[in-house]
């Protein structure tokens, strides 16, 4: 039985955990997510980013900000938007800059653009093919935002009519470019709309030898308070259960089950950090307390050396609460879940992880 480590299997997010902590001990920066613009094809209800609206960095900054994390050590960049990163033209040169200072880039996309010639044509003067093929040539790795197999699910779940099919299309021509695991991941929500389907469409990624990354909705953004999106508790762990039986059972892997992510852990607070469209430096996608900017001349050294919320993020085990300070799981294999969840609810990253069900005992028994 494989044991899966606790990042996912995807190239430039897949560090060990001696990496880790190696790189927390050196103070260096291994992961920098780089939101590269605003604009959007589609209206994802899942959609958690909440932004500053300040002017979009130009690309020069942008290529700055890369060498600056270069230079903190950073490994690898993933690319987000606070939008679709593929409608930004300059996305290609950013790769191909990524590349040059020997960072792995990790592309986050809906992949309409490659599935759509004429948005693929207009934007980077390629068919969708040629783009995915040149992205392959590039080392770029791709995670795939797909939430069903089902039109009218996917539709919804995109907040698009007709979106499906481009982003199907984008998927097989990903898989036809040579893309697959670790190269090629599928993020899905684990929402109301496809839960009934989450098994067949697992079961289907790991044949195509496609890395899975499902996880649960983060209550921020359009998606504050669930927006009717996220099931029941019960139900999101019975879901966790019945995909680990799938792998174990079918495919000889086994992880150890817990939210946000099904099967690997977040663990980048402890070596990575965000900059948005506007060059605000966040800890993370999900915490929105502004540590920094590297808009007007900052640099991404001075927030990442002087943040206290930064610093007390990378040591997690000093400041931790609730449930997850007395959890037998703490630490290894898990490292404290999602924090955003508990600083959205109560402004303190350090709080009760109420949507994990293992942790201490609560009055009235235990959780697992
Ligand atoms: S703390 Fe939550 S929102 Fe932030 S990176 Fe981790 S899983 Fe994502
Ligand atoms: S209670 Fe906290 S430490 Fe324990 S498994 Fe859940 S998130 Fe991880």
Redesign the pocket.
Known sequence: MQAQGPTPEIRGLNFSRDRIYAARRAGSMLLLTLYVGRACNLRCPSC?IEDDGRPELPPAVRREVLRQAAALGALSVRVSGAGEPLLQPDLLPLAGEARNLGLDFVLYTNGTVIGEDSLARRLHGRDGPSLARELFNLGVSVVLKMNSRNAAVQDRLAGVSGAAPLIWRGYERLLEAGFAAPRLAVETIISRDNLEELPELYRSLRRDGVTPYF?TV?RRGRARGGAGLAPEPERVREVFYELLRIDEAEFGRTWFPAP??VGFF?T??LY?VMVDAGGTVY?????GAAVGSVAGGGTLEEVWRSSPLLRSLRAVEEHIGGRCRDCRHRGDPCFY?????PFIATDD?FGDYEECWHGAPRSGGDRE
């Open positions: 958690f996880e983060l946000s992510f977040c980048e607070l990575g800890p993370c996608a999900g915490i879940g999602c924090r955003a969840e990253p």
